[in-house]
């Protein structure tokens, strides 16, 4: 497969092991956050998103946290898979900006049988 | 669910020639933008539209156009290829306020 990023910072994980993937954001004022996945030769697929208001959103197997006194987002994968082996990006809306994301550089998941 | 369709996975071209890069979403996005992703640099946004006939720059518009004279699609166009635009093309949609849905990608190789 196709590497999406060859300088990324990696995250190797047992399978069954809880990962988790952090993200610092830039602006104090961005009030809507996302997490992409995004497999090798493929685009990004939405996982989880969560607005300012809140500090803890859950899926499935997933659950992000949102800490805005540091401007620090994390995802946490519970029960990790082989499928989950991936780059992982954090995003970020600032308010006021129209629709214009801001993404960060991406960690890569790799799942260790 | 909503689609984002881009029109070729994989694609060679010469340097000097125009292409064509093709994107259609299906759920009446306002929204579409174009992204470059290289490996070490991320995702650049070459350019964006908030609507018909409407586009704007993005971080790196050199060497690239975009014509978006309906909703639903929103196409990239390389004017004269050259090397240094070898990359994975991404595009987006969305509605205002939310998150972005992407394409695949069209990995563009110019020799």
């Known amino acids: 497969g196709e590497s999406v990023g060859l300088h990324l910072p990696t995250l190797s994980v047992q399978e069954g092991d809880n990962s988790i993937i952090n993200c610092a954001y830039s602006n104090s004022a961005s009030d809507y956050f996302i997490w992409y996945k995004q497999e090798s030769g493929k685009g990004p697929q939405f996982i989880i998103d969560?607005?300012?208001?809140?500090d803890k959103r859950q899926g499935q197997r997933v659950t992000v946290l949102l800490n805005k006194t540091v401007k620090h987002l994390s995802l946490q994968i519970a029960a990790t898979q082989p499928g989950d082996s991936a780059v992982y990006f954090c995003?970020?809306?600032?308010?006021?900006?129209?629709?214009?994301?801001?993404f960060g550089g991406g960690t890569r998941l790799m799942v260790k049988p | 669910d909503v689609k984002v369709t881009q029109s070729s996975r994989y694609l060679v071209k010469r340097t000097g020639e125009k292409v064509f890069l093709e994107c259609v979403q299906d759920?009446?996005?306002?929204?579409m933008f174009w992204y470059r992703q290289d490996p070490g640099l991320g995702l650049r946004l070459i350019y964006f539209?908030?609507?018909?006939?409407?586009?704007e720059k993005g971080d790196i518009p050199e060497g690239y156009s975009v014509s978006r004279e309906k909703k639903e699609r929103f196409s990239l166009i390389l004017e004269s290829a050259s090397t240094n635009q070898t990359s994975m093309y991404l595009c987006?949609?969305?509605?205002?306020?939310?998150?972005?849905?992407f394409g695949s990608g069209t990995r563009l190789t110019v020799v």
């Open positions: 987006a949609s969305s509605f205002m306020g939310d998150g972005y849905t």
């Open positions: 539209s908030y609507d018909v006939k409407m586009k």
């Open positions: 759920m009446d996005h306002e929204n």
């Open positions: 995003a970020e809306n600032l308010n006021n900006a129209g629709n214009m994301l801001t």
């Open positions: 969560i607005r300012s208001n809140m």
